[in-house]
């Protein structure tokens, strides 16, 4: 709605694709240099600017003729009203004050030649807008063409330059050419590996380039990428089908077994962030694109909330992985009361809000905690970020501190489970149907508390190692984090406990809970046919629906 808004918008701006004309008839002058300043042989005399939208550019006097051969101010202020909807759309920063200096230039009476903008400002404003127009099949206007305006400031022609202009400039030269040198002298001292290091002078230091230049080699890249993308296919997978089983046949999972449904969904979302990062690509994942107006070049920022689709995979990444852990240990502490003190699942029901308030509520505070402290590093090889960006202390806090403290407390409830449901089972006297399952539970529950339990410690050992890469110093042995091994190795930790939904899926029951929602679905398809007249009971009672056969027509 907002672009079709925006497209009609727009069709009043198609006039500017033709010339206007004068208010005498004239087309506009010619596109010469000398032709863009009528009036050089008398001194010009100055008025004020009349244009609403033009009063606070930083000057008030123009002069007509102007360098778009304008007469009247008039003329001049209708045509730049057309320019409106590109204003609100707010495609460069210098749009207003170029358009504002062009239709009614600077006037200085000592200053025989009207003072308009610079070439190189209407470049920037083309390339910036040029493109949004071509999106609305608009062409960038003729009489605002770039050769018509004069390329610098001399000693006999004067244009205006921004600000702007000068301060990219300038770092433009800086990024490229640091102290005289290249990139590559600008990073010497990082010894063999510089020419994988580009220097950027806003940030005052070398960073790693994206490009196959990098610290990894494509080799390594492609591996991690099929590695993360066979793990997280298989994760989102089982998460999907047992959501789905979840949504058909709620009842068939009360509590305590409702909370690793829960944890299923965390790392559904884990493996959804992963797939979203292998569809995105690493460099749009994790590079910060550097424009230059000769090249192009894409690093690894310092800081990985530099870049917005890298700031969303963390947040999904962590969050799930945080909620994960908390259902986790909501899901020990439901079956330490449904064992321990024999609470039923009505009884657990009743308290669940406490358990989602608690499981949600915690991990969102911490990713807020993560997101104002901005500790948020891209790595090279994964092109995922993680916690770290120099700063230990918040691998510490805010990841290997929570996950321990979760692994303890949860693997506790389980261990003090598992004993009380083989108390349980000593205690009934005769084997039989209660006893069986019982047991069957006992397995299924140790089962998952060790499927999920060792992956836990393995992803704890990989935040000691990121702690570990953290406390050095910025350069290659930092920035290359920590190899193709241990980064596959935490992928694979990461996503592994999701696939602890099968003890509890994978069972005859889900066969059987699919086969009912299918024989339901056509129940109900048949009894909306038969409710609509598409299906009738004959007089020898049997059944006749619209179906035709091949040669005869449909039986209604």
Sequence with gaps: MRQTAMLLQLVSFGTLVWPPKTQAGRNHPATSALAMFPGTETPRRCESIHASLCRDVGYNSTSMPGLLGFELQSDANKQLLTFRPLLRLGCSKQLLFFLCSSHFPLCDETVLKPIGPCAGMC???????????????????????????LPHNGPDHMCMESLEDKVAAEREIEVWNHNGKDTKEA???????????????????CVPRCDNNGLYPHSERF????WMGLWSSMIFFIGIVTLLTFIVEPRRFPYPQRSFIFFTACHTIQAVAYLIRLAIGQRRASCKILSMTVTTTAYLPLNGLANSACATIFVLRYFSMMAAAAWWVAGGLTWYLATAYQWGAEALAAYAAYLHAAAWALPALQTGVVLVWRCVAPD???????????KPEAIAVLSLSPLMAFWVIGSGFYAVSLVCMRRIRASLHSPGTKCHQLQVQTVKLAAFSLLTAIPMVASVVCRFLQLDLARRLPGPERDSGLGLGPSAFIIA????????????????????????????????????????????????????????????????
Excluded: M
């Design 123 to 149: 470049q920037a404003v083309h390339q910036q807008c040029a493109p949004l127009l071509r999106k609305f099949h608009f062409e960038w206007p003729e009489s605002l063409n770039c050769h018509r305006f």
């Design 493 to 556: 930790s990461d996503l592994i406990p999701g696939a602890a939904a099968l003890v509890w899926v994978a069972s005859s029951k889900t066969l059987q809970t699919w086969r009912g929602f299918v024989s339901r679905t056509e129940q109900w398809q048949y009894e909306e046919a038969t409710r609509t007249g598409k299906w009738r009971v004959s007089d020898n009672g049997r059944e006749e629906g619209g179906v035709c056969k091949p040669g005869q027509e449909t039986v209604v």
């Design 223 to 226: 591996f991690i990428d099929v």
């Design 380 to 390: 090279a090889l994964t092109a995922l970020c993680y916690l770290g960006n120099g």
């Design 187 to 205: 990073c010497r001292h990082l010894g063999f590996y510089h020419n994988r290091y580009t220097f950027v002078a806003a940030l005052n230091c």
